[in-house]
């Protein structure tokens, strides 16, 4: 991977060292780089950890994902990446394998890979689009133009520098540094309360689970008497292990005290015991993250930042898929940018800047809001029970809420189609 050293110190000017630079180097933010050094404007991203390094995620990909994958032309026959052919659902004692839909906007298959391989993949290619990656640079605050208030630039330490603050300037920033995003902090955008978040943790086991052709689904998660809202999950990962975790929705009055990795220990000592799922077989511990979802962190641009992927809570909430949504707002914001750079005076393209937060809404926000609106009913314990009592015995109810809770549909499409995207669109962003 590319690797730069350079940099100034605090308040030292000089020349642009990028005509925008993405902070963090995760899906989001390799996407965006990729396409803006595909277009020819100089890119450099900050990434604070070296790769190859750990994220909470299950490591399965839909095909929404897919489709930003094979637009960014990453070989996906290359040794490592296990397809799928859809959902097993699992609850109410019933078991329902679902393929994924066949439609023209989207392949027809998933895909599972581990994120330390997968954010690898996502920034080399980035490097191979023309960006510079830099590898264990922390940025630690902004750098503001007095004069307008606009970000120009983000100050950083090298974590191989004896810990002196560099400076590095640009005409633009983006923001994919993730949930936490420190730097939209800085630039006094917080959470919004009325969002909802999630909870997800995994752990990887030995098992011959490994090698499955389906992602693996299970809507019943008990704590004591209580049904949860969430759900437990399978992934074969290829290589002799599962991606075995579970996520979990703020919306419940027991979120706030539940012990997630005793409750993911608890989930898998009621799995059979020819699967492996026991401490001595596990590869790793178990990890936590937070899932910031429905556009919980706005506006997407402010003042010479753009926030993509986490950073602006772009995950799904019905089914709390991310990668597919960094990768979708990285591409959109690099074509944005691309267009107000340019432009020929800062107010030309302060103009286009500002139509990417009500891109993103038309594009995103009614869905999102019926999530919001989802995730509500499915945090009342008698409302989860109801709906998979009553809704799992009936494929073609399934077959439906497949594409509701992913996403996937086409334009024209069949009817199920059609009444996904017109829920979508009268539905009111917000």
Same mark, same amino acid.
């Given at each position: ?26 899906? *989001? ?101 023309? *960006?510079?990656?830099? !590898? ?38 983006? *923001? ?29 086991? &030995? ?65 059979? @015991? ?5 401490? @001595? ?46 990768? @979708? ?25 500002? &139509? ?19 995730? !509500? ?54």
């Amino acid at each position: 991977m590319s690797v730069r050293t350079s940099g100034r110190a605090p308040g030292q000017r000089g020349e642009l060292d990028a005509d925008v630079i993405v902070v963090g180097a995760g899906p *989001a933010g390799s996407t965006t780089a990729y396409y803006l050094a595909r277009s020819g404007l100089t890119t450099l991203v900050l990434e604070k950890a070296r790769f190859p390094r750990e994220k909470v995620c299950g490591d399965g990909l839909t095909p929404r994902a897919v489709k930003q994958l094979l637009a960014m032309g990453v070989d996906i026959n290359a040794p490592g990446w296990v397809r799928n052919r859809g959902l097993r659902v699992i609850g109410g004692g019933i078991r329902l394998e679902l393929d994924w839909p066949e439609l023209a906007s989207y392949p027809d298959f998933g895909l599972v890979r581990t994120r330390k391989d997968f954010d690898r993949i996502l920034a080399d290619h980035a490097v191979r689009g023309g *960006a510079t990656v830099l !590898q264990g640079v922390n940025v630690v605050g902004p750098v503001i133009d007095e004069r307008s208030g606009h970000i120009v630039g983000v100050r950083a330490r090298h974590d191989d520098g004896g810990g002196d603050e560099v400076v590095y300037r640009s005409r633009l920033v983006v *923001a994919a540094d993730g949930n936490s995003s420190r730097l939209s902090i800085a630039m006094g955008l917080h959470k919004r309360p009325d969002r909802p978040m999630g909870v997800a943790v995994r752990t990887y086991y &030995t098992s011959p689970r490994h090698d499955d052709d389906y992602l693996e689904s299970w809507l019943e998660l008990w704590d004591g008497d209580e049904l949860l809202p969430g759900y437990g999950w399978i992934f074969g990962v290829g290589d002799g292990t599962a991606n075995v975790g579970l996520g979990l929705l703020n919306t419940s009055a027991a979120f706030q005290h539940i012990d997630y990795r005793d409750l993911l220990r608890r989930w898998v000592a009621t799995m059979p @015991e020819e699967w492996g799922f026991v401490e @001595e077989n596990m590869t790793g511990p178990i990890r936590g993250a937070a899932l910031p979802m429905g556009f919980n962190r706005q506006p997407h641009y402010t003042r010479g930042l753009v926030l993509v992927g986490d950073a602006g809570g772009m995950i799904n909430p019905f089914n709390g898929e991310g990668i597919a949504y960094a990768m @979708e707002t990285g591409k959109i914001a690099a074509e944005v940018v691309v267009q107000a750079l340019g432009r020929a005076t800062a107010a030309q393209r302060e103009r286009v800047l500002r &139509t990417y937060p009500g891109i993103l809404k038309e594009m995103f926000g009614g869905y999102f809001t019926l999530g919001r609106l989802f995730v !509500q009913l499915i945090g009342r314990p008698g409302v989860m029970r109801f709906a998979t009592r009553h809704g799992l015995p009936h494929p073609r109810v399934m077959r439906f809420l497949l594409k509701l809770l992913a996403n996937l549909t086409d334009r024209r499409g069949d009817a199920t189609d059609r009444i996904v995207n017109a829920l979508s669109k009268v539905t009111p962003p917000a």
